[in-house]
């Protein structure tokens, strides 16, 4: 039964690496891990087999990683060398593959050294800035409500406020929001709350409450408003990823644009090079492809509140 589950990785492990990668690096210094016929399978191909597998098998642990990889690695082996036995590799059309995948991995080696890894802190810490300059501040509020199903019980609570009675604890007896501590809300930005509800909470003055109840689908609300401030910015932590996303689009787009300029690129066909320059024009980004560098990123926005 384990010798099943070990194959079935293998089967998986198969398919992500044949389709990641058409030949693994060998170091002399790296340890023999296995033999097949006159083929040695290093600890280094087992390496790079594994940063290939499929994301299903990622989560596994180390040593059935390994066991997955190199059986994968072993199947690869034998069938090659009957491949090889039957002159395959002189076939043309396996040829062209080859060719193919060889320029990618050029493509992919050149974009990781002078895009990836050329990256550098000071770049990230000043696009993060840039980015943070172009956001609109919003406004948010720090709000309470007292939810209630009828505008008598609404106007009750409001006589009871006017009267001296402590909204958090008049919440705790009245409210029918069990979700927030005392009608506690939160701080939240417009576009977070029902229109009803956000159109008087944004109007109140800081410290002040509804007069009169407001209706919305839930129910009726009593709002009392807290604090009023500025949306802080998102930290740099947060959103890192998606600026360095933003720069690895600008040095891409800058080697494209380099490596074109340098080159003569020809397409026979009219409407195969109308819709090649259409697709590669700088003005029109098609709705697949990663937003434009100069598009600001927006702060995250915390989870709407239960009403």
């Known amino acids: ?6 194959n079935k990785l293998a089967a998986v492990a198969l398919i992500a690496i044949t389709a990641a990668h058409g030949a693994f690096a060998q170091d002399a210094s790296d340890p023999v891990v296995a033999k097949v016929g006159s083929a040695e399978v290093r600890q280094s191909e087992i390496d790079l087999a594994i940063a290939g597998l499929d994301p299903q098998l990622a989560n596994l642990p180390p040593e059935q990683k390994q066991v997955a990889a190199l059986s994968a690695i072993i199947d690869v082996k034998l069938l090659a060398a009957d491949a090889s036995k039957e002159g395959l590799e002189n076939d043309a059309t396996f040829k062209q593959r080859v060719a ?3 320029e990618r991995e050029l493509h992919n080696a050149y974009f990781k050294k002078h895009v990836v890894d050329a990256i550098t802190p ?3 810490k000043a696009r993060y800035e840039k980015e943070i300059a172009a956001i609109e501040p919003q406004e948010e509020v720090r709000a309470r409500h007292i939810l209630v199903k009828t505008e008598q019980e609404a106007k009750d609570v409001i006589a009871a406020l006017d009267g ?3 909204f958090a604890e008049l919440a705790k007896e009245k409210s029918t929001d069990a979700a927030s501590e005392g009608g506690d809300l939160g701080y939240f930005s417009k576009g977070r709350m029902v229109p009803e509800f956000e159109t008087v909470a944004f109007a109140l003055e800081k410290g002040a409450y509804t007069k009169e109840p ?3 689908q839930f129910g009726y609300h009593v709002i009392l408003v807290e604090d009023k401030r500025t949306q802080a910015p998102p930290p740099i932590e947060q959103v890192e990823p998606q600026v360095r996303q933003l720069i ?4 891409y787009v800058a080697l494209l644009d380099a490596a074109k300029g340098a080159a003569t690129v020809e397409i ?3 409407a195969l090079k109308t819709a090649y320059d259409q697709i590669n024009n700088p003005q029109q980004v098609s709705p697949d492809q990663p937003a434009a560098p100069d598009q600001p990123v927006a702060p995250e926005q915390p989870a709407q509140p239960q009403q």
């Not at 039964?1 to 070990?6: E, P």
């Not at 690895?248 to 040095?251: A, L, T």
């Open 1 to 6: 039964m384990r010798m099943f589950k070990y």
């Open 100 to 102: 193919f995948l060889t």
């Open 122 to 124: 000071e770049e990230v």
């Open 164 to 166: 001296g009675k402590d």
């Open 214 to 216: 407001v209706k919305s």
């Open 248 to 251: 690895m689009r600008d040095k």
């Open 268 to 270: 026979e066909d009219p």
